[in-house]
C-alpha cells in the first residue's frame, strides 16, 4: 500500500510538473521583462539625449551638415560591415555578456566624449571615431537583445515587451531632446549631456545581470565562421514574408535616414517658434532648447499614438501594421513640411508613431518566425540588410541639403515612402498575418 501511494505521488507530481515548469517561466519571464524594459528605458533616454546634443557638438565645429552626415554615417556603418559576423557570434556563444560589454564600452566612449568636452580637447575625428566605436557596439547589443527575449519571456509576452520597448524609445523620444536642450542652454553643456548619456549605458548593463533565461539556448551550428554566416542568410532567404520586410525596409531608411539626421536642422532652420513667448518660459524656446522641445512634443505625441497602435498589434495583421506604419511615417512628415512652421511638431508625432509600428512588427516578425538555432543570424543578417542603406542615404541626403536646401530632401523622402508602402499591400508581406512562433 505505501508503495502504491509513493508510486500514485510520483505520477502526480509527473502529470503536474509541466503546470509547474510554466508557472515559473512566466514568473521568471515577467520580471525579466521588468528588469529589460527598465534598462532599455533608461539607456533610450541617454540616447535621445545624445540625438539632439551629438549633431549640435557636431554643427558648432563648423557648421557643416556635410560633416553631421559623415558622423551619421559612421554610427550605421558597423552594421554593414559586422552586422553577419555578429548574428553567427550570437548564436555560439552567451549572449548576456555580450550585452553588458556591449553597454561598458559605449558607457566608456561617452565618459570619455564628456571628459574631452569639458577640456576643451576635442574635435571632429574624435567626435568620428566615437561614432564608430558606439555604432559597432549597437550591432551586437541590439541584435543581441533581439535574439535574448525569445529566450528570457514566454512567446505570450513576445509582443507585449516590444511593444514596451518600442513605447519606452518613443517616450525617451518626448524627454530626451527636450532634456539634452536644456541642459546645453544651461551651464552644464554638452559635458554634462554626455555623462547622462553615460550612465544610462551603465544602468542597462546593470539591469541585464538581474536577467535569467527560461529556455535553454538552443545550439546552432558548429561549422566555420564563413559557413555559418552564409547559412543564416539561406535561412532568411526561405522566408519570403520576412525577405519582402527586410528589402521595404531596406529601401525605405535608404530615403528616410537623411530625414532624421536633418531634423535637427529643418527644426532650427526652418520652424523655430516665432510666436509670442512669456518670459517665464523663454529658456524652453531659446536656440537649443526650442529645438530640443520640438523634438520632445514631437516624441510625446508618437508615444500616445503608438500606446493606440500597440493595443492593436495582436489582433491585426502584423503585415498591414508594418505597411500602415511605412505610410504614417512619410505622410507625418510630409505634413510637417506643409505645416512649415514650430507647430510641425503634431505631424512630425504622427511619423515618430509609424517608426515605432514598423518596428513592433518587423522584430516580432522576425521572433516568430525564425528556427531558434537560426535566430541570431537571422536577426543579424535582416537587420544588416534593412539597415545597410543608412550610411549611404544619410550622404547623399545630408550633401543633397548641403547644395539645395532642407525642403526638398524632405519632399522626396515623404512621397517615396508612402510609395513603398502603398506598393506592399498585394505581396506576401501584405497577406501575413500574425505569425507563430517557429519551434524547429
Known amino acids: 500500500m505505501q508503495r502504491d501511494i509513493r508510486l500514485q505521488s510520483v505520477a502526480m507530481r509527473a502529470v503536474h510538473q509541466p503546470h509547474l515548469d510554466g508557472l515559473r517561466r512566466s514568473s521568471r519571464g515577467a520580471r525579466n521583462s521588468r528588469s529589460i524594459v527598465l534598462g532599455q528605458a533608461a539607456s533610450l533616454l541617454g540616447d535621445y539625449v545624445a540625438y539632439l546634443t551629438l549633431p549640435l557638438y557636431v554643427l558648432s565645429l563648423n557648421n557643416s551638415a556635410t560633416e553631421l552626415g559623415f558622423t551619421a554615417a559612421l554610427e550605421t556603418l558597423p552594421l554593414l560591415l559586422f552586422g553577419l559576423v555578429a548574428g553567427a557570434l550570437l548564436d555560439r556563444y552567451s549572449i548576456k555578456p555580450i550585452l553588458i560589454a556591449a553597454d561598458l564600452v559605449r558607457a566608456g566612449v561617452f565618459i570619455v ?4 568636452t569639458a577640456s576643451g580637447t576635442v574635435h571632429l575625428p574624435l567626435v568620428l571615431a566615437s561614432a564608430f566605436v558606439v555604432g559597432t557596439m549597437s550591432v551586437f547589443f541590439d541584435s543581441g537583445l533581439q535574439t535574448l527575449l525569445p529566450r528570457a519571456v514566454p512567446d505570450s509576452l513576445l509582443v507585449g515587451i516590444n511593444s514596451r520597448i518600442a513605447l519606452s524609445r518613443t517616450f525617451a523620444f518626448t524627454v530626451g531632446p527636450a532634456l539634452g536642450g536644456i541642459i546645453i542652454a544651461t551651464s552644464g553643456g554638452f559635458p554634462l549631456a554626455f555623462g547622462v548619456q553615460a550612465a544610462t549605458f551603465l544602468v542597462s548593463a546593470l539591469s541585464l545581470l538581474s536577467v535569467r533565461t527560461i529556455y535553454p539556448r538552443v545550439k546552432g551550428a558548429t561549422e566555420a565562421l564563413l559557413p555559418s554566416v552564409l547559412s543564416g542568410v539561406k535561412e532568411l532567404l526561405r522566408l519570403r514574408p520576412l525577405v519582402v520586410a527586410t528589402l521595404a525596409a531596406s529601401f525605405a531608411n ?3 535616414a537623411p530625414l532624421e539626421t536633418l531634423l535637427v536642422v529643418y527644426v532650427r532652420d526652418y520652424a523655430p517658434p516665432t510666436f509670442a513667448i512669456p518670459d517665464a518660459f523663454t529658456l524652453l524656446f531659446k536656440d537649443q532648447a526650442a529645438i530640443g522641445l520640438f523634438l520632445g512634443i514631437q516624441g510625446l505625441i508618437g508615444t500616445l499614438l503608438l500606446l493606440a497602435a500597440s493595443r492593436l498589434a495582436a489582433r491585426a495583421r502584423i503585415g498591414h501594421l508594418f505597411i500602415g506604419g511605412l505610410i504614417l ?12 512652421n514650430f ?3 503634431i505631424p512630425a508625432g504622427f511619423s515618430l508613431a509609424g517608426v515605432g509600428t514598423v518596428n ?6 522576425r521572433q516568430r518566425l525564425s528556427p531558434p538555432e537560426y535566430l541570431g543570424r537571422i536577426t543579424a543578417a535582416s537587420r544588416t540588410v534593412a539597415y545597410a542603406t543608412l550610411p549611404l542615404g544619410t550622404i547623399i541626403g545630408t550633401a543633397v541639403a548641403q547644395r539645395v536646401g532642407v525642403q526638398p530632401v524632405y519632399k522626396i523622402g515623404a512621397v517615396a515612402v508612402i510609395i513603398v508602402g502603398l506598393a ?3 505581396t506576401t508581406l501584405g497577406k501575413l498575418v500574425f505569425p507563430r512562433r517557429s519551434v524547429g
Open 343 to 345: 507647430f510641425g511638431f
Open 360 to 365: 513592433i512588427a518587423f522584430v516580432t516578425s
Open 424 to 426: 506592399l499591400l498585394p
Open 113 to 116: 566624449l564628456a571628459m574631452g
Open 254 to 256: 535608404l530615403v528616410f
Open 329 to 340: 511615417m512619410g505622410a507625418g512628415f510630409g505634413g510637417m513640411l506643409m505645416m512649415g
